[in-house]
């Protein structure tokens, strides 16, 4: 992953705190605290890396939504990019990347009482491909846990092709998901 330039315009103290929280992160793999480093220097490298305006890319909130058990994760059959993810979505200026991620997870599953558990939980910078009038542009996601109340009834958004809870253990088995959601299914069950 490639360093961004540091930028001599003063980055908000949203911003501030974004990078307060990722210095916070404690990488789990060499993998990871690579990752963490590049995304350090994107938070500083422009003022605008959390709107979607941003040309080379910018920064989204993900979440990791679990049942109230654990042991499943809800996930998307996202409507544009055709494949299962996590929820979440742009931060559209928000440099608060969790509460980015709750709003994501509440607009997109429908579920009430959802919360916050802890602090980041993954990285993962990847590249969206070029869509109408949008350039292709990376999007550097920042995941965090959010766990469900006792309704885990959820409405499918427009957003979605489809929601599922998916067991934990079969994704980080399934050699055909996502790789950040195997990597992300792994961690939740070595953490268990």
Request: glycine share 8%; proline share 5%; with cysteine.
């Amino acid at each position: 992953m490639q360093q961004p330039p540091l930028c001599s315009v003063p980055i908000t103290s949203d911003q501030q705190r974004l990078v307060a929280a990722l210095q916070r992160y404690q990488p789990d793999s060499a993998e990871q605290t690579a990752a963490r480093d590049a995304f350090l220097a994107f938070a500083q490298s422009h003022a605008d890396c959390c709107q979607r305006t941003h040309p080379p890319g910018h920064f989204t909130g993900s979440a990791w939504l679990v049942g109230a058990d654990g042991t499943r994760v809800l996930l998307t059959h996202h409507r544009k990019l055709d494949r299962w993810l996590q929820l979440g979505g742009h931060a559209d200026g928000d440099a608060d990347l969790a509460r980015v991620a709750l709003r994501e997870a509440e607009e997109e599953s429908g579920l009430a009482g959802l919360r916050v558990e802890g602090g980041i939980f993954d990285l993962d910078c990847h590249a969206i491909p070029a869509r109408g009038g949008d350039p292709a542009h990376l999007h550097w996601d920042v995941r965090y846990v959010v766990r469900a109340g006792s309704d885990e009834r959820y409405a499918i958004s427009a957003e979605s092709l489809d929601l599922a809870w998916r067991p934990i253990a079969e994704i980080a088995a399934d050699a055909s998901a996502d790789a950040s959601l195997r990597r992300m299914a792994v961690k939740w069950l070595q953490a268990r």
